[in-house]
């Protein structure tokens, strides 16, 4: 689909413009201020209030102003810094009317004809039906689209109500929430906390929309008694005195209620934009309509920006509605990211554009992004510019950014996959190259694992790297680009495994291979079933269990990277011999046992590496002491994610505590260490296996998925640690750590001399004469 393009012109005579700015949120009040300051008609419609979805807010929530290095426009005049949310409500009404921006509140826009220059809008105001005519369009509208409403019988009862404003202004109230998204949940832990009896109800029976922070903080109320939780059950009615739910088996659960909160989300505008015209790159419903680089869409004389346009940040959002009334005006202006990228590229030489539109036409894997898209992922990015030799990263290190190549080559080098029976120090390495054009590190991106491949330039290199965050976010909302790096992964494992593999075969097995999403603790393949391919992990881990005596017992844990299911697959006739259970959320590409069985004859490299992994398994289940529990308690105990464990022989430790007195002194007087916490096993051989609560530098961490300012890091040999100087003690990495080893605390900054320094010189006791 070709990108919406601004066609260059002289610039309008703004004594001519009626601009129509629709949404006044952060976006639509900063073109709405502009348009006021620059003399133009103009005229901001909200169908709500200004700043509605602010409003909304809970009251005294704090407002982030994200991302810190990004600067506002100079020239906009309207405040934004973080504060609470009564602050920056405050702040922006004053902009709006120290600027005289014409603001209609309460105006619904129905639909939108016509063309550049002669636009139409249907909309209804307090006064009715009513036709507004505009020469530009600017849509601010955010992608939240309408509220859905509970549509049942009684749900026009007065303690009925979609939103919640203030917790405090309830207490001792029975309250019920419907839905477990965000929202829904921070409403019900607020109100909880503020002395009223809450159930939250979930029409599904995973918490799986969520934030994982806002997710880990409602199970801890859940588990702690705090909140109800009725799972599987869609409300059928509401009677006078509560609600009554009826679950998936068709049963009727009434629950007596004070108020009822409905979270069910909005419905997207896309019905809406697709109806005045504009287009989606795909039908995902995810995907974000595509505007030029002056945010006109792919109606001349519309344009979009904000959330609409995938900038979600308020920052973001104001720097926009202010620059697209200076490119409706004919006016030069550079976006305020301009100075940041202008930074990034200042090694390379050029102009920013110039190498916004390089990278988009030379590295097919970004071709499909919008240009405001690019301009984010160039944002959050980093340019690199290496000369020959240099190694980007090496196998076994822990990070896992994304590299795109602009210029130059680099060669990788892997061991080879074909017998995992030889250790892999006496593996032989196979070497391949990628030049301009391509990318590397997509196995780390989609496994989370350490490094498969060490990474060397052979000539100079100008390469973009990535954050795995902000490349993953992609993945979710481009299926381009989604479709790309997925099947560069599988050709690039099937490579490992079978590097003698013709490129045919490979592409073949590839174009047939499915990709599978398994919970943690679902099934991915039960003893006994009759085969269904070959299974790929490719991220998260595989437990394999076979039964004893009617007992399950575990025999492996496979990891990214390797093979499950072979036997069955080996051996037409065969079914499953063993259970392969997902340790944790975890996803394989599945081949499918024909594709498989039929390249057999053919293949003498893919029979002979199934034979010897069938072999591995044959000597793994023999080797396997039955009755002894100790692997499946480490992973029961959290131990299954952990790169790097501490354990306690509890029958010889004296209980001194000197391992967190000593933690304590390493880290400003506070220890990361609690020796008491944590789960004891009792071994058959007589040791009592302690797990205390400390840092495992997890595979995936889970501490790392929300850090606003970036203050959690990863080192290449795996350790996890947070940085004090930028940590703003928000608390994310807390909610979302699994195991409970994070906390906020306050540091000493003064915690006095060290353990060498006091053996050396100790203290010694004196007199207080008082002199």
């Keep these: 689909m070709p990108r919406p393009v601004s066609t260059p012109g002289p610039a309008p005579d703004p004594t001519t413009i009626k601009l129509a700015i629709i949404g006044a949120g952060p976006a639509g009040i900063a073109a709405g201020v502009r348009a006021a300051e620059r003399g133009i008609e103009h005229a901001l419609y909200e169908r709500s209030v200004l700043a509605d979805t602010i409003v909304k807010y809970q009251k005294g929530k704090f407002v982030m102003a994200e991302p810190p290095q990004l600067p506002l426009q100079a020239d906009l005049r309207m405040t934004f810094e973080p504060a609470v949310r009564e602050q920056v409500i405050d702040w922006w009404a ?7 921006t014409n603001l209609v509140e309460a105006c619904e826009i129905l639909a939108i004809r016509g063309q550049k220059g002669a636009f139409q809008i249907s909309a209804r105001d307090r006064n009715g039906a009513r036709t507004i005519e505009a020469t530009h369009i600017v849509l601010s509208i955010g992608v939240q689209g309408d509220l859905r409403k509970f549509g049942v019988p009684g749900d026009d009862q007065p303690w009925v109500t979609y939103q919640l404003d203030d917790p405090r202004a309830f207490e001792d109230k029975r309250v019920v929430v419907v839905g477990v998204g965000d929202a829904g949940i921070e409403n019900a832990i607020a109100l909880a906390e503020n002395g009223n009896e809450v159930t939250i109800v979930n029409r599904r029976d995973e918490i799986d929309r969520a934030k994982p922070m806002n997710k880990a903080a409602v199970e801890a109320k859940i588990k702690g008694g705090e909140i109800q939780y009725l799972t599987n059950a869609s409300v059928d009615r509401f009677e006078p005195d509560g609600a009554v739910f009826k679950t998936k088996d ?5 629950v007596e209620c004070d108020l009822v909160i409905g979270r069910l989300g909005a419905t997207p505008p896309r019905d809406f934009l697709e109806s005045i015209g504009i287009t989606f790159p795909s039908t995902d ?88 898209q690019l301009r984010q992922l160039i944002f959050e990015s980093t340019i690199r510019v290496e000369a020959p030799g240099t190694v980007i990263y090496r196998r076994a290190d822990f990070d896992n950014t994304f590299f795109s190549i602009l210029e130059g080559e680099v060669e990788l080098v892997h061991l080879d996959g074909t017998d995992p029976t030889v250790p892999e120090e006496r593996r032989p390495e196979r070497r391949a190259t990628r030049g301009a054009g391509q990318f590397f590190g997509e196995d780390g991106l989609i496994s989370g694992r350490r490094r498969g491949e060490t990474v060397t330039t052979t000539s100079r290199c100008i390469l973009i790297e990535s954050p795995r965050n902000s490349v993953t976010k ?55 079933d009759e085969p269904d391919g070959l299974h790929l992990v490719r991220r998260g881990t595989a437990e394999i269990f076979k039964k004893h005596e009617g007992v399950e017992e575990q025999i492996d844990s496979i990891r990214a990277g390797s093979t499950i299911g072979e036997m069955a697959v080996l051996h037409p006739g065969r079914r499953r011999s063993s259970t392969a259970r997902a340790g944790v959320d975890c996803e394989t590409v599945r081949f499918p046992v024909d594709v498989i069985r039929e390249l057999l004859a053919s293949q003498r490299e893919i029979r002979e590496y199934l034979e010897r992994k069938e072999q591995a398994f044959i000597i793994a289940d023999a080797r396997r002491q039955h009755g002894r529990g100790t692997m499946m308690w480490l992973q029961k105990a959290g131990g299954k994610e952990a790169t790097d464990l501490l354990m306690i022989d509890e029958t010889l430790c004296v209980r001194c505590d000197n391992c967190e007195k000593a933690c304590a002194e390493t880290h400003g007087g506070v220890s990361r260490l609690n020796r008491e916490a944590g789960a004891t096993y009792m071994t058959s051989a007589g040791s009592a296996l302690h797990l205390p609560t400390a840092c495992q530098h997890c595979e995936n961490p889970k501490c790392m998925t929300d850090c606003p300012p970036d203050a959690l890091n990863r080192d290449p040999n795996g350790e996890v640690w947070i940085d004090d100087e930028t940590c703003i003690g928000c608390g994310n990495c807390e909610a979302y750590c699994p195991y409970g080893v994070i906390k906020m605390a306050k540091v000493d900054l003064d915690p006095g001399p060290g353990l060498l320094m006091r053996l050396l010189f100790p203290t010694r006791a004196k007199k207080d004469d008082g002199a």
């Design 285 to 372: 419903k995810e995907a974000i309509p595509d505007v030029s680089d002056q945010y006109e869409s792919n109606v001349p004389g519309i344009y979009m920006v904000g959330a609409l346009v995938g900038y979600p940040l308020i920052k973001n959002c104001m720097n926009q509605g202010f620059e697209v009334v200076e490119h409706i005006l004919g006016s030069p202006v550079k976006p305020a990211d301009e100075p940041v990228l202008a930074e990034k590229f200042r090694e390379v030489g050029g102009d920013v554009s110039g190498w916004l539109t390089r990278i988009q036409s030379s590295v097919p894997v970004l071709e499909p992004l919008t240009s405001v």
């Design 474 to 528: 992609l993945l979710r909302s481009v299926e381009d680009v989604k479709r790309v790096i997925d099947a560069a992964y599988v050709v690039s494992a099937l490579a490992s495994l079978f590097p003698g593999l013709p490129a045919e075969v490979r592409k073949r097995l590839a174009d047939g291979s499915e990709t599978l999403m398994h919970r943690a603790g679902s099934v991915l393949f039960a003893e006994g």
């Design 94 to 100: 004053e902009a709006v009317r120290n600027a005289g």
């Design 250 to 254: 068709g049963a009727e659960v009434k």
